[in-house]
C-alpha cells in the first residue's frame, strides 16, 4: 500500500470524467486500497479515484466516527434521491474550505463491490452527503461548483495564495 497524491482544485483533472471499469482486477483493487489508505491518512471521509489522478469510476468512503467502515464502491450510480439537507462540506482536494451545500437527504447507490458482484446502499445523512459527493468528482464536478460564482473566485483566490505562501 502506498499513499497518494491528491490534486488540489482548481486542477484541471479534476474536470475529467472517469470512465467506468470493465473488469476487477488485482491493479482496481490495489488502487482501492492505496485510496483508501490516503483518505485516511489525509485525514478524510471520501476519497474518489480522479482526486488522486486515475480517471476510473472508483470511490472509498467511511463516514463511522470509529474509522472501521469502510465502503469501496466500484461504478457507483445514483438510482434513487429524495428529501434534501443542507450541511458544511469540505474536500481534500480543497483543503481549508468549508461551506454549505444542499444534497439529498437519502440516496439509493447501485456499484460493484471488490470482487465484482453488484450491490445496493441506501444512505442518509453524512453518508448520503459523501456518497453524493465523491460521485460528483467522478464526473468531473468538486463540491465549490455547488456555490455561488463569487464563492468559486474567493476560493480560487485564497488557495492560489495559500499556494504561495507554501510555495
Same mark, same amino acid.
Given at each position: 500500500m502506498s499513499l497518494l497524491p491528491i490534486l488540489r482544485f482548481p486542477d484541471p483533472r479534476l474536470k475529467k470524467v472517469a470512465a467506468r471499469v470493465d473488469s476487477i482486477d488485482d491493479s482496481i483493487r490495489r488502487l482501492a486500497s492505496d485510496m483508501a489508505e490516503t483518505m485516511y491518512e489525509a485525514p478524510g471521509i471520501g476519497l474518489a479515484a480522479t482526486q488522486v489522478d486515475v480517471h476510473r469510476r472508483v470511490i472509498v468512503v467511511d463516514a463511522s466516527e470509529t474509522k472501521d467502515q469502510l465502503l469501496t464502491l466500484v461504478n457507483p450510480e445514483i438510482v434513487e434521491m429524495d428529501g434534501q439537507q443542507v450541511g458544511e462540506e469540505g474536500c481534500l482536494s480543497v483543503p481549508g474550505i468549508y461551506d454549505k451545500v444542499e444534497r439529498a437527504a437519502h440516496v439509493v447507490v447501485r456499484f460493484?463491490?471488490?470482487?465484482?458482484?453488484?450491490?445496493?446502499? &441506501? &444512505?442518509?445523512?453524512?453518508? &448520503?452527503?459523501?456518497?453524493?459527493?465523491e460521485i460528483d468528482h467522478l464526473q468531473g464536478r468538486v463540491f465549490v461548483e455547488h456555490l455561488s460564482q463569487?464563492?468559486?473566485?474567493?476560493?480560487?483566490?485564497?488557495?492560489?495564495?495559500? &499556494?504561495?505562501?507554501?510555495?
Open positions: 460493484l463491490d471488490l470482487d465484482g458482484e453488484s450491490q445496493m446502499i &441506501a &444512505a442518509d445523512g453524512l453518508l &448520503a452527503v459523501c456518497l453524493q459527493h463569487l464563492k468559486q473566485v474567493r476560493i480560487k483566490n485564497k488557495l492560489a495564495k495559500q &499556494a504561495r505562501i507554501t510555495a
